[in-house]
C-alpha cells in the first residue's frame, strides 16, 4: 500500500486560510468516509484535528475544517496564527482492512 | 484521562529482534483496540498493526512477517514484537488507542526511538 499523497509544504501569512490536500485511490480515500488528520509538532507525538472527513474532536478549534471529493481529502486551516506552524498527516482506513497515512505536510506561518 | 506510555531498549542490533511495551493507564485494554505506529527520522508515519479488544490482531501487510503484538490484561500493557531488524527499522515508535469499529488514533503515547545498529 502506497503512502497517501500530500503537498511536501503549504504556507500562510496569520489570519489567511490554508488547504492541505490528501489525495488517494478508490480503495482508501475514496472508498470509505474514514479519513483523519493529524497534527505534530517537532519532537510531539501526533495529535488527532479530524476524524472521519470531517468530525473534528472536543477541545479542537473550529479554526480546523475538513473535507473530500472523491479520492482526495482536505484539512483546511482558517485564520492562521503561529501556533499551527506543524507538520500534518492524514490517514484512511484501506479495503485491505489495513490504515495508511499520507507523505505529510509543512505548514509554516509567515 | 487515557494515557499511553512506551517502553523498551533505545539501541538493537540487526537481525534481532526489536520489543517494545505500551502501559496504559485512564483505561482497561479489554474495552478497546490499540495500535503501533512508526516514524523514521525525518519521515512519515507508519501503521505497524493492531490488538483487539478480543485479543485478535491486524498487521500491515509489509511487516506482517516479522511483526508480533500481544497484550498482557493483568497488567494493562500490549507489546511489539519486530525480528529480524535492519537500519530501516530504525524509527520513533508509538503506542494508541483506537476505539473499536473507529478508525482514528487517539490518544497517542510520547514514542520511543529504537536506533538498529551494531
Known amino acids: 500500500q502506497s503512502a497517501l499523497t500530500q503537498p511536501a509544504s503549504v504556507s500562510g501569512s496569520p489570519g489567511q486560510s490554508i488547504t492541505i490536500s490528501c489525495t488517494g485511490t478508490?480503495?482508501?480515500?475514496?472508498?470509505?468516509?474514514?479519513v483523519s488528520w493529524y497534527q505534530q509538532h517537532p519532537g510531539k507525538a501526533p495529535k488527532l484535528m479530524i476524524y472521519?472527513?470531517?468530525n473534528r474532536p472536543s477541545g479542537v478549534s473550529n479554526r480546523f475544517s475538513g473535507s473530500k471529493s472523491g479520492n482526495t481529502a482536505s484539512l483546511t486551516i482558517s485564520g492562521l496564527q503561529a501556533e499551527d506552524e506543524a507538520d500534518y498527516y492524514c490517514?484512511?482506513?484501506?479495503?485491505?482492512?489495513?490504515?495508511?497515512f499520507g507523505t505529510g505536510t509543512k505548514v509554516t506561518v509567515l | 484521562q487515557v494515557q499511553l506510555q512506551e517502553s523498551g531498549p533505545g539501541l538493537v542490533k540487526p537481525s534481532e529482534t526489536l520489543s517494545l511495551t505500551c502501559t496504559v493507564s485512564g483505561a482497561s485494554i479489554s474495552s478497546y483496540d490499540w495500535s503501533w505506529i512508526r516514524q523514521p527520522p525525518g519521515k512519515g508515519l507508519e501503521w505497524i498493526g493492531d490488538?483487539?479488544?478480543?485479543?485478535?490482531?491486524n498487521y500491515n501487510p509489509s511487516l506482517k512477517s516479522r511483526v508480533t503484538i500481544s497484550a498482557d490484561t493483568s497488567k494493562n500493557q500490549f507489546s511489539l514484537k519486530l525480528s529480524s531488524v535492519t537500519a530501516a527499522d530504525t524509527a520513533v515508535h508509538y503506542c494508541?488507542?483506537?476505539?473499536?469499529?473507529?478508525?482514528?488514533?487517539?490518544?497517542w503515547g510520547q514514542g520511543t526511538l529504537v536506533t538498529v545498529s551494531s
Open positions: 490517514s484512511s482506513y484501506t479495503s485491505s482492512n489495513s490504515y495508511v
Open positions: 490488538i483487539y479488544s478480543s485479543g485478535t490482531t
Open positions: 472521519d472527513v470531517s
Open positions: 478508490s480503495s482508501d480515500v475514496g472508498g470509505y468516509n474514514y
Open positions: 494508541a488507542r483506537r476505539r473499536s469499529w473507529y478508525n482514528w488514533f487517539d490518544p
